[in-house]
């Protein structure tokens, strides 16, 4: 079995490019451009729009023989648009059945997003699992990683919004 | 049948979007939201297909997959595995355990409901709001034809109908059409080139949306050879060219399942009005007389029991019209019905011609049929013969 660190930022870059391009394009009808890689800079916060605009966050992990975790960052407004798209709702209706409903649909969008991810780590030798979606929701926060883990943060461009990929990769030490 | 479809998915979203897929047609969705519910909806309901996801808390997908298969009363349920899980060896590991289908996150309704379709025999609903019910009703018509003239000449034929005719001339662009808008019919022409049109029919087959949509083959009425073959492989029906439009709209109406009552019989005011068209064809006679029974006795179950029996437009009379008037002024006196004729000068003369119809007696408008059955009194007696 080849060692974790021959996951290349290249393969990841090109694996987290086609899982997001087919996610989105399959369960949304739209066609999101890989825009450029991110460099983390300790503290400092991740935004998909102007800063102190609330964001929904989906994460899904990946554990087997190789480990990690991503997160799908979107802003509310693009979250309430993919939502209301996926499920074939107005904003009215989206409205009054509240912010689970967001949940559920970002978290599924980020769980098939993994999903594609993964399997092709899966399909390169690295068997892993997916774990269940969870959200994180606010405004001006930042997700720190711990010393171990490395980090890739992609943004893409989609319908005039922002979606940010970062991968938080388990080491081999 | 109403299919039951159990959809175990730990994502409400996911849930969702396979009732929205499954909407068009005739089955009932059960929802569970781990391998536990599934398991007990799946012993309760008994449903023709599972969808299972892998992933999921309390139990798994995997987990529930063996319980099912272990259990010899749910065993036989065939299961479509949806989920977000492709890597090679996983797939190959739960296929092992028995599945019918795999269908990988993310995807397209139209694929679930494809592959689904293999397992069972999805019907469309029948009770959807826009599928034409009666002649009067819009409904969508498409022309594979690569002979513009063909095209313009049955959309004229058809423009006094509420139907919305639209054509294409080769096989692409009928799929691109049959993918926007599913047609409530399909005439596809014979002549298409490379044998096309019988792979279109093919494919229009396979597709859960058209397999039952009528399909008409066109064809020259001299091309027997292509018309048996049409016959052989299901086209609903044939049309020959040069096209005699009026069959056609009448094989259409039949071939969709319309009521064409309204095409002869009408409650008018105080009384029900009987009209037959310009051209009586023996297929136009079939159908006025299929529902002539019926509807006289509707109208005088809802209290009418006066009729007008109207062949003015009529150019000239034959046997089969002769039998449908004898056939209609018979059920009016068993049914204890008035009823006056509306002829024109050539029907009248060519009904003094025969012994049986010489006595007819008719009025030369509705209007003065209307009036003077306006005015006699309630009894059952015939307004003229």
Sequence with gaps: MPATAEITEALIRENINRAVTDVFKTMLGRTPTFCSQGEYVKGKMLVTSEPNRPQVVGTVGFIGECNGLIYLHLDLAFAKVCTCHLLGMTDKELEMAGDEVINDAIGELTNMTVGSFKNALCDAGYPCKLTIPSILRGTNFSIEPISSAVRHIYYFDCAEHRVIADILMKSDE | ?385
Excluded at chain 2, 64 to 76: E, H
Excluded at chain 2, 173 to 186: G, H, N, R, V, Y
Excluded at chain 2, 277 to 290: F, G, K, L, M, R
């Design chain 2, 1 to 385: 049948m109403r299919y039951k479809v159990l959809t175990v998915d730990d994502s409400k979203t996911v849930r969702i979007i396979v009732k929205k897929a499954f909407k068009p047609f005739d089955c009932e969705i059960f929802e569970a939201a781990n391998g536990v519910e599934g398991l007990a909806v799946a012993s309760k309901e008994t449903p023709d297909l599972i969808l299972l996801d892998v992933t999921m808390p309390v139990m798994d997908g995997v987990e529930m997959l063996t319980k099912l298969k272990s259990d010899p009363a749910l065993k036989s349920i065939p299961v479509v595995m949806l989920t977000a899980e492709g890597g090679r060896d996983n797939v190959l590991k739960i296929a092992k355990i028995g599945v019918r289908d795999y269908l990988v996150k993310p995807f397209k309704e139209d694929v679930l409901i494809e592959k689904c379709s293999r397992v069972i025999d999805l019907k469309p609903m029948n009770e959807g709001p826009a599928k034409a019910k009666s002649i009067l009703d819009p409904a969508d018509i498409l022309i594979v034809e690569d002979k513009p003239a063909i095209i313009s000449q049955i959309q004229d034929g058809l423009k006094h109908t509420p139907w919305k005719v639209k054509g294409v001339a080769t096989q692409a662009e009928a799929i691109d059409q049959i993918t926007k808008t599913t047609p409530d019919l399909i005439l596809i022409s014979l002549s298409l080139p490379e044998e096309s049109a019988f792979t279109l029919f093919r494919l229009i087959r396979t597709n859960v949306k058209t397999k039952y949509t009528p399909v008409f083959a066109l064809v020259v009425k001299t091309e027997t050879q292509q018309q048996q073959q049409a016959q052989t492989v299901g086209f609903t029906a044939i049309i020959t060219k040069p096209i005699d439009t009026q069959e056609l709209e009448t094989k259409v109406a039949k071939a969709m399942n319309l009521d064409t009552s309204q095409r002869y019989y009408a409650i008018e005011g105080e009384m029900m009005v009987m009209r037959l068209p310009e051209h009586c064809s023996p297929a136009v006679i079939a159908e006025a007389a299929a529902y002539l029974k019926p509807k006289f006795a509707e109208a005088v179950d809802a209290g009418f029991n006066k009729v007008v029996i109207d062949v003015h437009q009529i150019k000239s009379l034959h046997m089969g019209i002769i039998k449908l008037l004898f056939q209609a002024m018979q059920t009016c006196r068993d049914l204890a019905m008035q009823f006056a004729l509306v002829g024109n000068p050539q029907i009248i003369s060519e009904c003094k011609g025969f012994e049986d119809t010489r006595g007819w007696t008719f009025y030369d408008s509705l209007e003065d049929a209307k009036t003077n059955l306006g005015r006699s009194a309630g009894s059952p007696a015939l307004a003229s013969v």
